[in-house]
C-alpha cells in the first residue's frame, strides 16, 4: 500500500505541477481508486501519445505525396499547382472528385470515359429495372383496385344473403307456427268428428243425412234440374208446331207429363233433404 500510495502522490504532482494537491484518506480504498484512476490516465496518455505519432508519420507521408504529384504535373504539363488560375484548379477539383466518385485510379481521360460509359450503362439497367417495377405496381395496384371492388361486392352480396335468410328464417318460423297450429286443430277435429258420430250414431239419425249422401244427392238433384230445362226446351219447340197437327199434340202431352214425373221426383228429393 506504501508503494501504490507513493506512486499516487507522484503521478498527482505530476499532473497537478505547481497547483497544491488536493487532501485525501489516506486508506486502502481512496490509495486503490486513485491508483486505478492514476493507470487509466497513463493507459490514455499512452493512446494519445501514439495517435498522435501517427498522425505525424501520415500527415509527412501526404506531404510527400503532394509533392511528387506536384512534381509529377510539372514534369507532364510544366505547370506548377501555386501556377494554376482559380478556375483551372476548379476544374482540376471536380476531376479528381469525379475520380473519386467513380473509383478511379487514375484521371486519365480515357479512364473518365470508360467509367462514365460503365456508370450509364449501369444507368440505363437502373431505368429498365425501374420501369419494369413501376409496370409491376400498376398492375399490383389494378389488381388490389379489382380486389377491393370485389370484396365490397362480396360485402354487399352478403349483406343480401344475410337479409334474405333473416326473411325466409321468419317465413320458415311461420310456416312451422302454421303447421303445428294446423295439426294440432286436425287432431281437434279428428276427436271433434269421432264425438260427432258417436253421438250421431246413439242418436238414432239417418246415415243418408251426413255430408257425403248430401252431397250425392246435391248432384243428382242438379242432374234433374239440367233434364226438367231440357225437357223444357223441347216442350218449347212443340208449342210452336202447327195447331192443326195432331202428333204434335201428342208429342207435347207425353213431354207434359214426363216433365210432371220429373217435377214430383224433384220435388221428393226436396223433402228428402
Known amino acids: 500500500m506504501d508503494q501504490k500510495c507513493k506512486e499516487v ?18 486508506n486502502v480504498h481512496t490509495v486503490e481508486l486513485l ?44 505547370v506548377s499547382p501555386s501556377a494554376l488560375s482559380s478556375s483551372s484548379t476548379s476544374s482540376l477539383q471536380a476531376i479528381v472528385q469525379s475520380a473519386m466518385v467513380l473509383e478511379l485510379n487514375s484521371t486519365s481521360e480515357s479512364s473518365l470515359m470508360q467509367a462514365i460509359s460503365e456508370l450509364k450503362a449501369e444507368a440505363e439497367e437502373v431505368r429498365v429495372e425501374k420501369e419494369a417495377e413501376e409496370r409491376l405496381v400498376k398492375r399490383l395496384a389494378s389488381k388490389a383496385a379489382a380486389a377491393f371492388t370485389q370484396q365490397e361486392q362480396l360485402k354487399l352480396d352478403l349483406a343480401r344473403v344475410e337479409q334474405d335468410a333473416e326473411v325466409e328464417n321468419a317465413k320458415k318460423q311461420r310456416y312451422l307456427q302454421l303447421t303445428d297450429f294446423l295439426q294440432r286443430k286436425s287432431v281437434d277435429y279428428r276427436v271433434q268428428l269421432k264425438s260427432a258420430q258417436v253421438k250421431l250414431a ?72
Open 9 to 26: 502522490r507522484e503521478w498527482l504532482s505530476q499532473v497537478l505541477g505547481e497547483q497544491p494537491m488536493p487532501l485525501f484518506e489516506d
Open 35 to 78: 491508483h486505478s484512476l492514476m493507470q487509466q490516465n497513463r493507459e490514455h496518455d499512452r493512446c494519445n501519445a501514439l495517435l498522435l505519432e501517427d498522425y505525424k508519420q501520415k500527415s509527412l507521408e501526404y506531404q510527400l505525396e503532394a509533392e511528387r504529384l506536384q512534381q509529377l504535373l510539372m514534369d507532364a504539363v510544366g
Open 202 to 273: 246413439a242418436s238414432g239419425v239417418d246415415p243418408s243425412l251426413y255430408h257425403q249422401s248430401l252431397v250425392t244427392k246435391g248432384e243428382e238433384l242438379t242432374k234433374l234440374k239440367k233434364k226438367v230445362s231440357t225437357l223444357k226446351a223441347e216442350l218449347n219447340v212443340y208449342k210452336d208446331l202447327p195447331p192443326n197437327v195432331s202428333l204434335a199434340r201428342i208429342k207435347i202431352e207425353e213431354a207434359k207429363r214426363e216433365l210432371a214425373a220429373l217435377d214430383k221426383e224433384l220435388e221428393e228429393d226436396f223433402q228428402n233433404f
